[in-house]
């Protein structure tokens, strides 16, 4: 069974950046809504404060779960714990400790610092966690972890490449983890350099031009995989979306034409 095709809602994009991309609550109900009944099996939204600033605030992140599935939103919704969030890994481990609401899973940056111990509070909580791992153009012919990253360094840390973090991490509950590797391309060798990861399930997503071409791959090798307005603003064709529904709709039809082969292995299933 192929796994669930996520929808990435509003991502780190502002209002300027389109009237199609929602921001209020609202507006990200109607388009959870609408990406659920065209084809995604998860929402990946940005909670906003009302003057559009992300937040991890239990004021802000509960009122938009609570909305959600009120609205009868029943597959599992992911909000990002980051930089983008909460600049200080302190702050962000006491935002989510205070949460009242909790999401289904939370979205990690093995780039950032305090990634580790995000990862663990969340499990603790009993949030499922998505190690969010960039992977750059080198990781084609990776024989091991240090090469597997390309030349992606580790965003916020400029030390040790975010893959490489999230190998080491001795997490405490691998069933409730997920690594969400976003490649720069679509290299067709990243299957091969990640078959050495620990067995957790992966999504593939990318963004802007990489966004179609990542989505094929992930059917390829029978991976997760993301699309939404906030990863890209274009269909297949070229031609702008108007909707999260519309381009769900488009990457049903792009998975169903590019199917993994029988018997394909996903990246870290073994």
């Given at each position: ?20 991309v929602p921001m209020s609550p609202e507006d990200l109900v109607e388009a ?239």
């Amino acid at each position: 069974m192929r796994p669930p095709l996520q929808v990435s809602l509003n991502g780190s994009r502002g209002a300027a950046e389109g009237a199609a991309v929602p921001m209020s609550p609202e507006d990200l109900v109607e388009a959870a809504l609408a990406a659920v009944a065209a084809g995604a099996g998860e929402v990946l939204v940005h909670p906003r404060t009302p003057c559009g600033r992300e937040s991890l605030s239990p004021r802000v992140v509960g009122p938009l779960l609570e909305a959600l599935r009120g609205a009868g939103i029943g597959v599992p919704v992911v909000v990002p714990a980051g930089v983008g969030t909460e600049p200080d890994p302190a702050g962000r481990l006491e935002r989510v400790r205070s949460w009242g609401v909790l999401p289904d899973r939370a979205a990690v940056h093995f780039g950032e610092p305090g990634a580790e111990e995000l990862a663990r509070t969340l499990l603790n909580r009993g949030v499922a966690v998505d190690a969010v791992v960039p992977l750059g153009s080198g990781v084609g012919g990776a024989g091991s972890p240090g090469a597997a990253g390309g030349g992606t360094a580790g965003r916020g840390t400029g030390e040790v490449e975010p893959l490489v973090r999230f190998l080491a991490w001795p997490a405490p509950d691998h069933a409730r983890v997920r690594l969400v590797a976003e490649p720069a391309a679509a290299d067709p060798a990243l299957v091969a350099g990640l078959r050495w990861l620990p067995p957790v399930p992966v999504l593939l997503c990318g963004r802007e031009a990489a966004a179609w071409p990542v989505l094929r791959l992930a059917a390829r090798c029978g991976a997760g995989a993301r699309i939404g307005l906030g990863d890209v603003r274009h269909l297949p064709d070229g031609r702008p979306a108007r909707s999260n529904a519309e381009l769900v709709a488009a990457a049903v039809a792009e998975l169903a034409a590019t199917a993994a082969p029988a018997g394909a292995a996903t990246a870290g299933s073994r």
